[in-house]
């Protein structure tokens, strides 16, 4: 056992055992560190946002004589307007701009990305020569999105044959959410495990990773 | 008090401390349960990389941060192994903003293993906020995207860069990606757009959203969270962190399967019960 010598990696051990004390019950600690954490989360931020985006877009460029970004400038000080009831429109301009550029975007990203190719992507066949796995998970998959499909279509009543078909995409949702849920329960545990990891290796020095 | 009645009572701190013995003993003592099995998913990240012509250069993007070291760190510093143990050039970024000190380590430590050099073999170009807009503006110019690197050297100056100029110039993008932006965002804006090849490695708790991706072909292969990580560990042939601490997620994950069957068989015996 080869105690961490290093007053940052106490502080972190510390802070961790504190937070993950809240799972016996709330206590001082934890409250403790819980603003601790947001309060140098928000500063943490405000740092990184300033020399990460303002100082290297705006500030930087400015200072070299790029004048043109001036508009911008102006524009995101209009956000501010925000808090003067009688200059608040100002604030719409960059809004609109911001709203314009960024669904544009998107929208075209997603129409290529989501819906062309993922259509492409389901028009299987069904029968793959020699490979009797592939053919069933083509199957499941066409009949899954379909059922599915069906389950959300709203304009008509879930009676009958429709019933039955969007009763059928109920179980292929409820298939997914359950291997979503596997997922996350591995994502809290890997972030347990990687705390744990912290705790033993570089704080408490009993094993190496 | 009946034993299902007797179950729907335990006190859940038994359960968090199960929990935290399932995943303390077996990191503590090093124990080895279950060797990992690679599945198609990583193979096909792993054979993606392997069929890039040793000599090119690969866009290795980082989009995490320290909140998913765990599960993110490992599938990177494998994907760096593998990258620079095949003579492949690395030229690296990250779209989130705590990532660029993640990727500096990633590469200097896979660096180190393989005699790279920094701006001969990989580069760090750091951070660019903007997100989508980010990766649509490199698919014009990347220089004009990141005119210097992490370290403000220009990028004009740095060797690996030499030649590069937008997407064209890469064989394939490796993205490590803990949420927005990430995946998706460079499935959108960049694979379906200019129609490079791309792997994921992600975290768990987003890998289900990215499996469509995969069974279209928009993605060669794909890593999910701590697991994914090994799988991949092992293909790389150094079996690291994510190796590791897989017998523990494995000992956790039977354990909260046992806690949701018996719930389950608590609520319908109690339920039975009332009705009698």
Known sequence: MHLSPLPGVWIAALLTLGIYSFLYRDNPAYKFCEHLFVGISAGYWVVLTYFGTIKPNLVDPLAGGRLLLVIPLILSLFLFSRFFPKGDWLSRWPIAMVLGVYPALRITGFARGDLVQQVNGSILPFWVAGNPVASINNILLVVGLLATLVFFFFSTEHKGTIGGIAKVGIYFLMVSFGASYGYTVMARVSLLIGRVMFLLDNWLGVVRF | ?276
């Open chain 2, 1 to 276: 008090m009946s034993a299902f009645s007797g179950l729907r009572r335990l006190d859940r701190r038994w359960i968090f401390l199960a929990v935290a013995l399932l995943v303390v003993v077996p990191l503590a003592l090093g124990v080895h349960i279950a060797p990992v099995a690679p599945t198609a998913r990583a193979r096909g990240f792993y054979d993606a990389i392997e069929r890039v012509p040793a000599g090119s250069t690969v866009l290795l993007s980082g989009d995490y941060d320290p909140g998913t070291i765990a599960e993110n760190y490992p599938m990177h510093l494998a994907a760096a192994r593998q990258l620079m143990r095949r003579n492949i050039k690395i030229v690296g970024l990250a779209l989130y903003p705590g990532g660029p000190p993640l990727t500096d380590q990633v590469l200097s430590i896979a660096g180190a293993e393989y005699g790279k050099k920094e701006g001969i073999d990989y580069v760090n170009l750091g951070y660019k906020a903007g997100n989508e807009l980010v990766m649509s503006q490199m698919g014009s110019s990347i220089p004009r995207t990141f005119p210097v690197d992490r370290r403000g050297v220009p990028v004009s100056q740095i060797p690996v860069m030499r030649g590069i100029q937008n997407y064209a110039n890469f064989p394939l993008l490796v993205n490590i990606s803990a949420g927005y932006p990430g995946t998706k965002e460079w499935v959108q804006q960049v694979v379906s757009r200019y129609h490079l090849p791309m792997v994921a490695g992600v975290t768990a708790v987003s890998a289900p959203e990215y499996y469509p991706y995969l069974q279209a072909g928009q993605l060669k292969g794909l890593l999910g969270g701590m697991a994914g990580g090994a799988e991949y560990e092992v293909l790389v042939g150094k079996p690291a962190l994510a190796t590791r601490g897989m017998d523990a997620q494995s000992l956790a994950h039977i354990f909260i399967a046992l806690m949701i069957i018996l719930g389950n068989l608590a609520f319908l015996g109690e339920d039975k019960e009332r009705r009698r």
